[in-house]
DNA sequence: TCAATTTGCATGCACTTGCATAGAAACCAG
DNA sequence: CTGGTTTCTATGCAAGTGCATGCAAATTGA
């Protein structure tokens, strides 16, 4: 094997470890406010945004990068908790469309107010809008492909 | 609260979904190759890189940034495979020490053989050595205070 | 048109992780 | 010293995840 260059390898663990610092990081600011995890953000989120707050599963599925099986239980959860409501998809028994309740967009947006304070403070605080730019256009390039 | 600005959220996301592909990529080269996961390569490197192959808990915990109970599950299953050995820490009862085995060192050979040839194929083929030097003081950026 | 395949979602089971806390040893302040 | 505190590791229990597979509905193709 062709050992990879120290500076790939040096960018690839500072790419990991960075992603789990701030994501805890994240995570302690939203759990000391006693709101659920970023994952559940992400849902209420995407499907805010979906069309009339709605989606399907394999549309959540695409956005945020979950496991299939994942996603039908963390949605069985947040269900649970009157965020989102499964609805049947006409015309195809097998699907089913994912809505966003009022109280769904309400969490999100309490959850927005500490998750976007905790950006700005653990993100914001440390790059300037330029250096946010290189920084994107960098990690788009190992979404290639 | 002040929304944090349109780069800095996209540079977040970014980081997110792009930590997420790229573990996903190369655990999945991992495991198609019959191999444990990252979190076992991490404990494996440290403890090879520690004098004489011994790290305590604390330290492989600081090293690899994995909570304290995590790790020491983690390292129950890896000494059930034979690859690390739990010593007693001399002057110390409430402490220990954690040896790498001579398995241990051999897996972390046959795992760093996939593993950099993934890191070769899903970032090193992606970025030169300048950006990926861009990159990393980036994200060091992230890493402060 | 209908058998075979594919697609969408759910679920049983084992494994892993998070949380709280235990228990033992070491440390520290008075 | 000694009682209270801190440090280090382990663990019971609940929650989350991975894997394989299930089932039902839709789609494909000979």
């Known amino acids: ?32 406010a006693g709101l659920p995890s970023l994952h559940w953000y992400d849902v209420l989120l995407e499907l805010k945004r979906g069309p009339g707050g ?16 994942n996603l039908s239980r963390l ?3 947040m269900e649970g908790e009157g965020l989102v409501r499964r609805i049947p998809y006409p015309g195809d028994k097998r699907r089913q469309i994912v809505e966003i309740t009022d109280e769904g967009r309400a969490l999100q947006e309490r959850m927005w107010s500490v998750y976007g304070a905790a950006i700005n ?13 290189q920084l994107s256009a960098l990690l788009l390039k190992l979404l290639q492909e």
Do not use: H
């Not at 790419?15 to 000391?32: C, F, M, N, Q």
């Open 1 to 32: 094997m062709q050992e990879p260059s120290p500076s790939i390898i040096r960018a690839w663990g500072r790419l990991i470890r960075t992603e789990r610092t701030v994501v805890g990081r994240i995570e302690a600011s939203l759990k000391s």
């Open 54 to 69: 709605r989606l399907t599963p394999r549309e959540i599925e695409a956005a945020v990068l979950f496991e299939q099986y």
């Open 75 to 77: 949605l069985d959860r």
């Open 121 to 133: 403070r653990f993100i914001g605080d440390k790059l300037t809008d330029r250096e946010a730019g």
